[in-house]
Each structure stands twice: as structure tokens, then as C-alpha cells.
């Protein structure tokens, strides 16, 4: 009885027409939730492709620059007027004259005060570096003449990648027309080429866009990161093991433990205030060199270490410590012989994470002076010098159009680094994690 | 010897003495067939002798690393003529700086004065004569830590229980470090700060509504005083930081439902490693992308419509750091959601509630502290951001609430006032270590909040 009134009832509950438009409505709220989550999801996988996209579209032609060849003559009255050979002779040369010759005389009409020094410009100033390499290689070329390929000028290689708008008014483009005419007579003659850009894997930094270079960026980022390691993986991994495994619960390891998990959140910039007023203002550490950079990011990289390397230690089952504290290991050599072992790879994963985070960190070397314009590539942790970011920071404030497709392109370099460590970081967690 | 091939020098007599203490506890023992005779096993008697090799040499190198600048410096400024040594700090250090430029045959002017180029020379000797110290002294000192091991190396020597000793110190040691990090911050950063508030009242830095840092050459030049007052930075970042937040939790939070309760297995391994990536992102990146990219964009959109946009709008910087933030709120908020407990939910859809008014209803009110506590983590990460303001947001401290226009941050100004080289006891410099406690503080605040209610959260469930 009762169950039959209960039934008509649903059915007619069912039937009725503001139900079914209840749960009309009901459903498309549910549809719309979803999308709402869709699109939003979408969002983040469209900023990703977009940044990504900005910054390949950008920087993929900083791979190759164009050169110019010219018919230099290795003029033996320019480069040792003396004839002795020596090196310091070579060294001293006058290599801009062996360039300046050689346009003159590939552009004899060209006869102007003015017209000439608009058309030295269309080679890069660097070109009499390149030169003297040559020359200072095989010193025999004094007195030959020989067609070299030397970089053109940034204002010539942006016009071959299409940066520069032929159509724009004379005044307000980088090139004039008379230089356009030159370099499209150049082009004619196939004296312009774009080449590989070694130059920008193998120099340092310079002012000139088109013989810049990411060498010293990255031998100062693989330094600093080198001291980096050093210091934050034995201190991180000593600390792990200590509040993991031997510390007695108390006031003083909560206190610990509460900084650490603070430590992780605190701003860098404030990594690089403590930097500068300890570790240069107090201690008096020079300036602008990998090791305070490595010393500064490594208080930063430690807490994330020692908590993945606590959580890592933590994942080793009680029953291993058991079994060698049965067999009459001491608690040190139990930690050391079979926990330790067990848990390295967790510990190396998070040390990994913590590097890459560290080879992308700007902020606290801005502070520490490693911001400056550095030339010569440095050899050893003590050399001023510069990282990959900060060298990012410092050509993104550079006028020239030429160093937006470079500072991509170091920002490809950089991004490469960082993919292959967390790639590195996820293998090693496929290939070694344990589930026990 | 430069201090790191002393060092290498130091690790290669420490190895060398590992062999040898093996070595030796065998010969005492009387050959390998008796070994069991030892209190500990040789290689435990091989890594004392090296640990009295390697440590004390090594403590010893790191403090004349750490000292030798101001102990050279200090016998050379004794050795300077009376009229110099007597010249107010500031100058002296223009004198010892010139003394060093000297040294290092940088910038070496003709004309240097001959007390100058004496005391070079008397640096350079200095210098000299402790290097010559130092390499002798420190290889010296590990031999002896050798020797005296070797000697005392006996069967009942408890070489175990020493190691392990040493091992434990390392390990102790090594967890206050994070402690004497903080502490470090905090007494360095109060330091500072005390001597900005000597020459600006604690006041007029909290409440002053106008920034302007200058340094005054002369005393009668127009905003000599300078005006330190952190209202509009604070209110710039938190300006920049609202946009950020704006972006970032609706996409953050949408995406970690959506990957928590509708997505499958394939979509979310392939979607929650891609938003992690927007988190690996370098800040670099983002500030050049804001630069090169959104700025621009932001500020034709606003000509088009006829908004006036700074070209280094709040907005542009603000969006570019919400997207950076994303993975902060999702990553976050998807842990927490997850630890909703699985019989909320089947109550839920058993009355016969849809799956989103299941979400809206039973599982977000449960998890609201822990997406409270994530959305207050993302807040001190978006505050306490450098590269991105300093490359995308202006250098003008204006006092608005407008995101069109060109606001400066807390961060942003810190590192102009400190990038390059800067007087040690201006007003100008010292002010952005008041800047670095406030920032400090306040993203302590938010952490300690945050995990605290986290904490809280996760204690209910468990």
C-alpha cells in the first residue's frame, strides 16, 4: 500500500513538467561547470603555448647571423710595419684598416667622407677580432690576400631576417638607402651569407649584438651551481638524516622544522639581502663572483633538499633499520649502509629539482653584484662573473633590436638546461622508485 | 697557493692518511688474520686519521679565506701615514680602495701619490708573505693531525665510535644551518633597517605616502631630503600582486577541480606535467615575455579603445605573474581537494546531487582552509616576485589603484636601490633593507598563516 503511493508518486514527480525543467537546468549547470574547467584548463596550456611560442618565434634565427665576404688583403705594412713577426707586433696590428681597405676597394665609388663611414658600418666592428684570431692562428696570411667571411653589422643582419622595413621612411629606419643599395649589391655578388652563429655559443658578452655571446654566462652559471652543490647536498642530506632519523622529538627540532618550512617560502630577493650584508658587507668577499653567488644559492636550495630528502628517508620501511640494528649494526652504520642507500635516489630527485630552480634564480645575484657587463669568460669560482638568467636581465635592457632574437635564443639555451635536469629527475625517479 | 689547490692539496693528504690509519691499525693488530682483535674495522681507523687530517687544516683555511682581506687591509691602514689613518671611515675606505685598485694594476693613474704606491707595495708583501704562511701552515697541520692519529692508533682505540661522533656533530651541525639562515636574514636585514630608521623616523617610512630616494649632492638641491615613504610601493605590489591573484585563481582552481574530479587518467598525466612546467618557468622568462610581449600588446588593446595604458602598465606585470602563479593555486589546490574524503562525495551524489553541485556544495566547503591556505602561499610568492616587476612594471612610485597605469613594487625598488655600486651608509641604500625586513615580515605572516591553517585542515581528514 505504502509502496504503491510511493511509486505513483515518483512517477508523477517524474512527469511533472517543472521537474523536468528543474533538472533541465540542473544538467546544464553541470555542462557548464565543465566547460568552465575545460576552458580554464585550456587557459593554462595556451599561456604555456604562448609564452613557449613568443619565445622560439623570436629567437630560432639568433642560430645563424649573417656574414659578409670581402677580399681582404693581409697587409704586411698594417700589421707588423716593423717586419719583426713577433706576436706582440701581430697583436697590436691594425686589423679595422685591413676591413676599411677592403671596402673601399670592393666600393671604389663610393668616395664621401660620410658615405664611407656609413658603409664601414655595415661590417660589425668585432670583424678585426676575427681577423687578428686569424692571423695570430697562421701568422704565414701577412701579405696574402684572401676572401674571409666576416660578420656583418646587427643593423644588416636584422635586414636579412626581415626586421627591418624596407618601405619605412628613410629617417626612421637603422639602415639608409644608399646603404640598402650597398648591401643589395653585396647580395648580388653572393657576398652575403648567413652562416651558422658560432660566435654565439663560443664568446662572451659584448656590447656589439652580432659577436655577443652566451660562453661566459654559462661557464659562470655552471660555477655557481658547481658551489652550489658542493655546499647544499652534504649540509641538505646531514640535515635530513639527522631530523629523520637520530633527532628526538622536542622543541628545539619543531623549531627546526618550522624555519625550514619557512626558509622554502621566503622570498629570494631576501636570499640576496642576507648575501650582500653577511657574505660581502661583513665577511668582505669580492663582488660579482660564482662563489658568494653559489654560497647564497645554496641557503636557498637547502630546505627544498632536506625536505625532499627527509620525505625520501622517510619512505624507507622501519623493517630495513630493524633488520640491521638485529644483526648488531650501530644506529650510524644502519643509516649509512641501508637507509642512506635506499633513499638516494629520492634525495637526488629533489637535489635536481632544487639545482634547476637554482639555475633559473635572478633576484638574489642581482644583489650580490653579479648584474655586471663581463667580457672575459671566467676559469675559476673566484673570476667576476655573470649567469644565464642575469645575462637574460642584462640584454633584455639593451636597445638594440638584435639582442631581442638573442636573449631568446638564450632563454631557449637556458629552458634546454632546465628541461633535461627535471627530465633527468623524472627518469630517476621511474627508473630507481621502490614501492615497498 | 690559492685556496683551492690548498685545499685539493689538504683532501690528498687526508686521503693519503686514510690509507695509511687502515693501514696502521692492521700492523697493529698484528696482520689482516687478526683484524678481529680491533675494537672497530681498519676502515674505520683510515677515515679518523683523515678526518684529523682534513679538518682542522681545512677550518684553518677557511678562516684565513674569510679573514684575509680585513687582516691585510688593517696592517696596511696601521702602516699608512698618520693624516691618512686619521681621515673619517668614509674616506679612508676612497684611500684603501685606491690602495687595492693599485694592487691589482686596475685603472693605475700615473700620478698615484708615493704613500700610495708604498702602501700597494706593503699590501702586495702582506698579501704575499700569508699566502706563503698559509701554504705551508695548513698542509702542515694535516700532516700533524696524521701524525698524532698514527701514533695513538691502537686495537682498544674506539676509532668507530669517534667517526660516528663526528658524523653526528656534521649532521647536527648541518640542521641549525637553517636556523642561522633565518637568523642571518633577521639580524642582517634588522641591522640595516635600524640604521635607515637613525636618519628616517619609523613613521614616516610606514605611513609616508611619497617615494622619492634621492641622494643629495648639495644640501640646498630640490627634494634633497629624499622621501621615504612605503605606502605606494605597498600599495603598487598589492595592486600587481590583485591582478596576479585575479588570474590565477579562477584558472588555478578551475583546473585542479576540473583534473581532481572530472579528467581522466591520460588527460591528467599529460596535463599536470604541463602546468608544473609553467611553474619551472625561470622569472626571467616571464619579465622578458612581459616585456617583449604583453606590455606592448596590453597598450595598443587600451589606444584602440581609447583607454590611455602606461607602457609598463600594473596590468601587463600583473597578468604575466598570475600566469606564473597558476601552478602554485592548481598543484596546491589539487592536493587538497584530493584529500577530501571519497564518502562526502558518494553521500552526496546518493541523494541524488549532480557532480557539480557535489563540488559546489560538499567538497569545496570542506576544503576551503586548505584552498584558503594555498591561495595565501600563492599571495607571499606573488608579493614577494622580483624579475617579472622589475622588467615589466615601472620605476614610479605612484600612489593609485588604477592597473592601467605604471605602478613600482617593494621588490622592484629594492633592487634599484642596491644594483650597482652604492655607498654603504646612505639613506638610499639602507632603505631598501627596511624594504627587505617589511617584505620579509609580511610574507612570514601570510607562510606561518598558511601552513598553519593548512595544518589545521589536514588534521580534520586524517
Given at each position: 500500500?505504502?509502496?504503491?503511493?510511493?511509486?505513483?508518486?515518483?512517477?508523477?514527480?517524474?512527469?511533472?513538467?517543472?521537474?523536468?525543467?528543474?533538472?533541465?537546468?540542473?544538467?546544464?549547470?553541470?555542462?557548464?561547470?565543465?566547460?568552465?574547467?575545460?576552458?580554464?584548463?585550456?587557459?593554462?596550456?595556451?599561456?604555456?603555448?604562448?609564452?613557449?611560442?613568443?619565445?622560439?618565434?623570436?629567437?630560432?634565427?639568433?642560430?645563424?647571423?649573417?656574414?659578409?665576404?670581402?677580399?681582404?688583403?693581409?697587409?704586411?705594412?698594417?700589421?707588423?710595419?716593423?717586419?719583426?713577426?713577433?706576436?706582440?707586433?701581430?697583436?697590436?696590428?691594425?686589423?679595422?684598416?685591413?676591413?676599411?681597405?677592403?671596402?673601399?676597394?670592393?666600393?671604389?665609388?663610393?668616395?664621401?667622407?660620410?658615405?664611407?663611414?656609413?658603409?664601414?658600418?655595415?661590417?660589425?666592428?668585432?670583424?678585426?677580432?676575427?681577423?687578428?684570431?686569424?692571423?695570430?692562428?697562421?701568422?704565414?696570411?701577412?701579405?696574402?690576400?684572401?676572401?674571409?667571411?666576416?660578420?656583418?653589422?646587427?643593423?644588416?643582419?636584422?635586414?636579412?631576417?626581415?626586421?627591418?622595413?624596407?618601405?619605412?621612411?628613410?629617417?626612421?629606419?637603422?639602415?639608409s638607402d644608399r646603404q640598402l643599395g650597398i648591401v643589395d649589391a653585396?647580395?648580388?655578388?653572393?657576398?652575403?651569407?648567413?652562416?651558422?652563429?658560432?660566435?654565439?655559443?663560443?664568446?662572451?658578452?659584448?656590447?656589439?649584438?652580432?659577436?655577443?655571446?652566451?660562453?661566459?654566462?654559462?661557464?659562470?652559471?655552471?660555477?655557481?651551481?658547481?658551489?652550489?652543490?658542493?655546499?647544499?647536498?652534504?649540509?641538505?642530506?646531514?640535515?635530513?638524516?639527522?631530523?629523520?632519523?637520530?633527532?628526538?622529538?622536542?622543541?628545539?627540532?619543531?623549531?627546526?622544522?618550522?624555519?625550514?618550512?619557512?626558509?622554502?617560502?621566503?622570498?629570494?630577493?631576501?636570499?640576496?639581502?642576507?648575501?650582500?650584508?653577511?657574505?660581502?658587507?661583513?665577511?668582505?668577499?669580492?663582488?660579482?663572483?660564482?662563489?658568494?653567488?653559489?654560497?647564497?644559492?645554496?641557503?636557498?636550495?637547502?630546505?627544498?633538499?632536506?625536505?625532499?630528502?627527509?620525505?625520501?628517508?622517510?619512505?624507507?620501511?622501519?623493517?630495513?633499520?630493524?633488520?640491521?640494528?638485529?644483526?648488531?649494526?650501530?644506529?650510524?652504520?644502519?643509516?649509512?649502509?641501508?637507509?642512506?642507500?635506499?633513499?638516494?635516489?629520492?634525495?637526488?630527485?629533489?637535489?635536481?629539482?632544487?639545482?634547476?630552480?637554482?639555475?633559473?634564480?635572478?633576484?638574489?645575484?642581482?644583489?650580490?653584484?653579479?648584474?655586471?657587463?663581463?667580457?672575459?669568460?671566467?676559469?675559476?669560482?673566484?673570476?667576476?662573473?655573470?649567469?644565464?638568467?642575469?645575462?637574460?636581465?642584462?640584454?633584455?635592457?639593451?636597445?638594440?633590436?638584435?639582442?631581442v632574437e638573442r636573449t631568446s635564443a638564450a632563454i631557449i639555451v637556458?629552458?634546454?638546461?632546465?628541461?633535461?635536469?627535471?627530465?633527468?629527475?623524472?627518469?630517476?625517479?621511474?627508473?630507481?622508485?621502490?614501492?615497498? | 697557493?690559492?685556496?683551492?689547490?690548498?685545499?685539493?692539496?689538504?683532501?690528498?693528504?687526508?686521503?693519503?692518511?686514510?690509507?695509511?690509519?687502515?693501514?696502521?691499525?692492521?700492523?697493529?693488530?698484528?696482520?689482516?688474520?687478526?683484524?678481529?682483535?680491533?675494537?672497530?674495522?681498519?676502515?674505520?681507523?683510515?677515515?679518523?686519521?683523515?678526518?684529523?687530517?682534513?679538518?682542522?687544516?681545512?677550518?684553518?683555511?677557511?678562516?684565513?679565506?674569510?679573514?684575509?682581506?680585513?687582516?691585510?687591509?688593517?696592517?696596511?691602514?696601521?702602516?699608512?701615514?698618520?693624516?691618512?689613518?686619521?681621515?673619517?671611515?668614509?674616506?679612508?675606505?676612497?684611500?684603501?680602495?685606491?690602495?687595492?685598485?693599485?694592487?691589482?694594476?686596475?685603472?693605475?693613474?700615473?700620478?698615484?701619490?708615493?704613500?700610495?704606491?708604498?702602501?700597494?707595495?706593503?699590501?702586495?708583501?702582506?698579501?704575499?708573505?700569508?699566502?706563503?704562511?698559509?701554504?705551508?701552515?695548513?698542509?702542515?697541520?694535516?700532516?700533524?693531525?696524521?701524525?698524532?692519529?698514527?701514533?695513538?692508533?691502537?686495537?682498544?682505540?674506539?676509532?668507530?665510535?669517534?667517526?660516528?661522533?663526528?658524523?653526528?656533530?656534521?649532521?647536527?651541525?648541518?640542521?641549525?644551518?637553517?636556523?642561522?639562515?633565518?637568523?642571518?636574514?633577521?639580524?642582517?636585514?634588522?641591522?640595516?633597517?635600524?640604521?635607515?630608521?637613525?636618519?628616517?623616523?619609523?613613521?614616516?617610512?610606514?605611513?609616508?605616502?611619497?617615494?622619492?630616494?634621492?641622494?643629495?649632492?648639495?644640501?640646498?638641491?630640490?627634494?634633497?631630503?629624499?622621501?621615504?615613504?612605503?605606502?605606494?610601493?605597498?600599495?603598487?605590489?598589492?595592486?600587481?600582486?590583485?591582478?596576479?591573484?585575479?588570474?590565477?585563481?579562477?584558472?588555478?582552481?578551475?583546473?585542479?577541480?576540473?583534473?581532481?574530479?572530472?579528467?581522466?587518467?591520460?588527460?591528467?598525466?599529460?596535463?599536470?606535467?604541463?602546468?608544473?612546467?609553467?611553474?619551472?618557468?625561470?622569472?626571467?622568462?616571464?619579465?622578458?615575455?612581459?616585456?617583449?610581449?604583453?606590455?606592448?600588446?596590453?597598450?595598443?588593446?587600451?589606444?584602440?579603445?581609447?583607454?590611455?595604458?602606461?607602457?609598463?602598465?600594473?596590468?601587463?606585470?600583473?597578468?604575466?605573474?598570475?600566469?606564473?602563479?597558476?601552478?602554485?593555486?592548481?598543484?596546491?589546490?589539487?592536493?587538497?581537494?584530493?584529500?577530501?574524503?571519497?564518502?562526502?562525495?558518494?553521500?552526496?551524489?546518493?541523494?541524488?546531487?549532480?557532480?557539480?553541485?557535489?563540488?559546489?556544495?560538499?567538497?569545496?566547503?570542506?576544503?576551503?582552509?586548505?584552498?584558503?591556505?594555498?591561495?595565501?602561499?600563492?599571495?607571499?610568492?606573488?608579493?614577494?616576485?622580483?624579475?617579472?616587476?622589475?622588467?615589466?612594471?615601472?620605476?614610479?612610485?605612484?600612489?593609485?589603484?588604477?592597473?592601467?597605469?605604471?605602478?613600482?613594487?617593494?621588490?622592484?625598488?629594492?633592487?634599484?636601490?642596491?644594483?650597482?655600486?652604492?655607498?654603504?651608509?646612505?639613506?638610499?641604500?639602507?632603505?631598501?633593507?627596511?624594504?627587505?625586513?617589511?617584505?620579509?615580515?609580511?610574507?612570514?605572516?601570510?607562510?606561518?598563516?598558511?601552513?598553519?591553517?593548512?595544518?589545521?585542515?589536514?588534521?580534520?581528514?586524517?
Amino acid at each position: 500500500m505504502n509502496s504503491a503511493n510511493g511509486a505513483r508518486r515518483v512517477t508523477s514527480t517524474v512527469a511533472d513538467p517543472r521537474f523536468q525543467a528543474r533538472l533541465r537546468r540542473r544538467y546544464a549547470s553541470e555542462r557548464r561547470f565543465q566547460w568552465i574547467g575545460r576552458i580554464a584548463l585550456a587557459l593554462g596550456g595556451a599561456f604555456l603555448a604562448l609564452i613557449l611560442g613568443t619565445i622560439v618565434a623570436n629567437g630560432y634565427t639568433a642560430w645563424q647571423q649573417t656574414f659578409i665576404a670581402l677580399e681582404i688583403h693581409f697587409d704586411p705594412e698594417r700589421l707588423d710595419p716593423e717586419g719583426n713577426g713577433s706576436e706582440d707586433a701581430l697583436l697590436a696590428g691594425d686589423y679595422g684598416g685591413l676591413v676599411k681597405a677592403a671596402l673601399r676597394k670592393a666600393f671604389p665609388e663610393v668616395r664621401k667622407r660620410r658615405e664611407r663611414r656609413k658603409l664601414q658600418a655595415l661590417v660589425s666592428p668585432g670583424a678585426s677580432f676575427y681577423l687578428r684570431d686569424m692571423v695570430l692562428e697562421d701568422p704565414s696570411l701577412v701579405g696574402e690576400t684572401r676572401t674571409v667571411w666576416l660578420p656583418a653589422d646587427d643593423d644588416v643582419d636584422m635586414l636579412f631576417k626581415g626586421h627591418i622595413d624596407r618601405s619605412a621612411p628613410e629617417g626612421s629606419r637603422r639602415l639608409s638607402d644608399r646603404q640598402l643599395g650597398i648591401v643589395d649589391a653585396l647580395a648580388a655578388r653572393g657576398a652575403v651569407e648567413k652562416r651558422f652563429n658560432r660566435a654565439f655559443f663560443l664568446a662572451g658578452d659584448s656590447r656589439e649584438p652580432e659577436i655577443s655571446g652566451i660562453r661566459g654566462a654559462l661557464v659562470g652559471s655552471a660555477l655557481t651551481l658547481l658551489v652550489t652543490l658542493l655546499l647544499s647536498f652534504p649540509v641538505g642530506v646531514g640535515a635530513a638524516l639527522y631530523l629523520e632519523e637520530f633527532a628526538p622529538r622536542n622543541r628545539w627540532t619543531d623549531l627546526i622544522e618550522v624555519n625550514i618550512n619557512n626558509l622554502a617560502a621566503v622570498p629570494s630577493i631576501v636570499f640576496g639581502l642576507l648575501g650582500l650584508a653577511v657574505f660581502l658587507n661583513f665577511f668582505g668577499l669580492p663582488r660579482s663572483v660564482p662563489m658568494v653567488g653559489g654560497m647564497v644559492l645554496a641557503l636557498m636550495t637547502l630546505p627544498t633538499i632536506i625536505i625532499a630528502g627527509r620525505a625520501a628517508l622517510a619512505s624507507v620501511p622501519p623493517s630495513i633499520r630493524e633488520a640491521a640494528l638485529g644483526v648488531g649494526a650501530s644506529r650510524m652504520q644502519t643509516v649509512t649502509h641501508h637507509v642512506l642507500p635506499l633513499a638516494m635516489p629520492g634525495i637526488l630527485t629533489g637535489t635536481i629539482i632544487g639545482m634547476a630552480r637554482a639555475l633559473g634564480e635572478t633576484a638574489p645575484l642581482l644583489m650580490i653584484g653579479m648584474v655586471a657587463f663581463i667580457v672575459d669568460i671566467p676559469h675559476t669560482p673566484f673570476d667576476p662573473a655573470t649567469v644565464l638568467p642575469v645575462q637574460i636581465f642584462l640584454w633584455v635592457d639593451s636597445p638594440e633590436r638584435a639582442f631581442v632574437e638573442r636573449t631568446s635564443a638564450a632563454i631557449i639555451v637556458l629552458l634546454g638546461f632546465l628541461i633535461a635536469m627535471n627530465g633527468l629527475a623524472v627518469v630517476l625517479r621511474r627508473r630507481f622508485e621502490r614501492r615497498w | 697557493m690559492s685556496a683551492p689547490a690548498l685545499t685539493f692539496v689538504i683532501l690528498a693528504i687526508a686521503a693519503l692518511g686514510w690509507q695509511i690509519g687502515r693501514r696502521r691499525a692492521l700492523t697493529v693488530a698484528g696482520g689482516p688474520a687478526n683484524a678481529h682483535s680491533l675494537h672497530s674495522r681498519p676502515v674505520y681507523f683510515g677515515a679518523l686519521t683523515a678526518l684529523w687530517c682534513a679538518i682542522p687544516a681545512l677550518l684553518l683555511l677557511g678562516l684565513w679565506v674569510l679573514f684575509r682581506g680585513s687582516v691585510v687591509t688593517a696592517l696596511v691602514v696601521a702602516d699608512l701615514p698618520p693624516e691618512l689613518r686619521d681621515l673619517p671611515e668614509n674616506q679612508l675606505a676612497l684611500v684603501v680602495n685606491d690602495i687595492r685598485n693599485q694592487v691589482a694594476g686596475n685603472f693605475v693613474r700615473d700620478d698615484a701619490s708615493p704613500v700610495i704606491v708604498g702602501a700597494a707595495e706593503r699590501y702586495r708583501y702582506f698579501d704575499g708573505l700569508g699566502r706563503l704562511v698559509s701554504t705551508v701552515i695548513a698542509p702542515l697541520v694535516a700532516l700533524l693531525g696524521l701524525a698524532l692519529v698514527w701514533r695513538r692508533i691502537a686495537p682498544r682505540v674506539r676509532a668507530r665510535n669517534h667517526v660516528e661522533g663526528a658524523i653526528l656533530v656534521f649532521i647536527v651541525a648541518s640542521s641549525t644551518v637553517a636556523i642561522l639562515t633565518t637568523a642571518g636574514i633577521v639580524l642582517s636585514v634588522l641591522f640595516e633597517a635600524f640604521r635607515f630608521f637613525r636618519s628616517v623616523p619609523l613613521f614616516d617610512f610606514l605611513l609616508g605616502i611619497e617615494w622619492s630616494p634621492q641622494t643629495a649632492i648639495r644640501a640646498d638641491q630640490v627634494g634633497a631630503s629624499g622621501a621615504f615613504g612605503m605606502i605606494p610601493l605597498f600599495t603598487g605590489t598589492l595592486l600587481i600582486s590583485a591582478v596576479a591573484m585575479l588570474v590565477a585563481v579562477p584558472v588555478g582552481l578551475m583546473s585542479a577541480i576540473y583534473l581532481a574530479e572530472y579528467a581522466s587518467r591520460r588527460l591528467r598525466s599529460i596535463a599536470k606535467p604541463l602546468l608544473e612546467i609553467l611553474a619551472g618557468i625561470p622569472t626571467v622568462v616571464y619579465g622578458f615575455f612581459a616585456a617583449l610581449a604583453v606590455a606592448p600588446a596590453i597598450r595598443d588593446a587600451g589606444g584602440a579603445l581609447g583607454l590611455e595604458v602606461a607602457s609598463q602598465s600594473a596590468l601587463a606585470a600583473g597578468l604575466v605573474m598570475g600566469v606564473m602563479i597558476i601552478p602554485f593555486v592548481s598543484s596546491l589546490s589539487d592536493d587538497v581537494i584530493n584529500a577530501v574524503p571519497q564518502a562526502l562525495r558518494e553521500g552526496s551524489l546518493g541523494l541524488g546531487a549532480t557532480k557539480s553541485e557535489t563540488i559546489r556544495q560538499v567538497v569545496l566547503p570542506a576544503a576551503l582552509p586548505g584552498i584558503v591556505g594555498s591561495i595565501l602561499l600563492a599571495v607571499s610568492r606573488a608579493i614577494g616576485e622580483t624579475m617579472i616587476v622589475v622588467m615589466a612594471a615601472g620605476l614610479a612610485a605612484n600612489l593609485t589603484a588604477n592597473p592601467l597605469e605604471a605602478v613600482t613594487t617593494v621588490t622592484a625598488q629594492i633592487v634599484t636601490l642596491l644594483v650597482g655600486d652604492q655607498e654603504f651608509d646612505s639613506p638610499k641604500t639602507l632603505a631598501a633593507f627596511a624594504l627587505g625586513l617589511v617584505l620579509f615580515l609580511v610574507t612570514l605572516a601570510l607562510n606561518v598563516i598558511a601552513l598553519h591553517v593548512v595544518r589545521r585542515y589536514r588534521e580534520q581528514y586524517e
